[in-house]
């Protein structure tokens, strides 16, 4: 199994520009979850979705964020316009939706805005 | 929502001593708790969780140790390698009940063994 993969590793962007993150999940696995990890505020849920259907937004921080899952295989994370503070790196978990089961996550995106 | 608390931020130990990282939870409903690892440029990678019935579990050189009345859970790593150099996470279910709902992570605790 490759695991969850993301894309791009790093990205670098100039402020007001326009930022997608991709993620693909582990096969079979159905509920997915995105982080932000920053030194001052650490590990933060952003967003999760189950059998592709987002549940729980409320750790989104502004409307210049939003996610998507058009399909089992596949999510993005958006930042329009972005800001010096979003700098960050993003991580991307699946799992099992059920109790007690692991989060695997990706190896991150590092975002910085200029 | 849950809170969870790690200490200390930082643990610098010699090679072939023992570490131990403490966290402590909010919610008394929570019933897993994972420990995770982070390397340098990877994302967290789980290394052992145990469930609220049981007070231990082992996994050679790892432990975790439950204590669901005061609500703390520690991470125990004896006989430290410099492989084991990293940043650790403990974390508790973000809902109430066994985390299908995401989790919440403690701020992480670097570890360093010193050689």
């Known amino acids: 199994d490759a695991g969850v993969i993301q894309s791009p590793r790093h990205e670098v962007t100039e402020m007001g520009q326009e930022v997608t993150l991709r993620c693909k999940p582990i096969?079979?696995?159905?509920?997915l979850f995105w982080y932000r990890q920053t030194m001052m505020r650490g590990l933060e849920l952003l967003i999760y979705?189950?059998?592709?259907?987002?549940?729980?937004d409320s750790g989104m921080p502004e409307d210049r964020f939003s996610a998507k899952m058009p399909n089992a295989s596949f999510s993005t994370l958006k930042i329009q316009p972005s800001e010096p503070r979003d700098s960050a790196v993003y991580f991307c978990?699946?799992?099992?939706?059920?109790?007690?089961?692991?989060?695997?996550f990706g190896n991150g995106t590092r975002l910085t805005v200029t | 929502g849950e809170n969870v608390e790690q200490h200390p931020s930082t643990l610098s130990v010699q090679e072939g001593d023992s570490a131990v990282i403490k966290c402590t939870y909010s919610?008394?409903?929570?019933?897993?708790f994972p420990w995770y690892k982070q390397e340098l440029g990877k994302g967290p990678q789980l290394i052992i969780d145990?469930?609220?019935?049981?007070g231990e579990k082992k996994d050679q050189r790892i432990a975790v140790t439950l204590n669901k009345t005061a609500k703390h859970f520690s991470l125990h790593i004896t006989e430290t390698q410099p492989e084991d150099s990293a940043v650790y996470f403990c974390?508790?279910?973000?809902?109430?009940?066994?985390?299908?709902?995401?989790?919440?992570f403690g701020k992480g605790t670097h570890l360093i063994i010193q050689p």
């Open positions: 096969s079979g696995h159905n509920s």
């Open positions: 145990i469930r609220s019935n049981v």
């Open positions: 978990a699946s799992s099992l939706a059920s109790y007690n089961s692991p989060l695997h």
């Open positions: 974390a508790a279910p973000s809902d109430s009940g066994g985390g299908a709902d995401g989790l919440t």
């Open positions: 919610d008394s409903a929570s019933n897993y």
């Open positions: 979705f189950n059998n592709n259907v987002p549940i729980d």
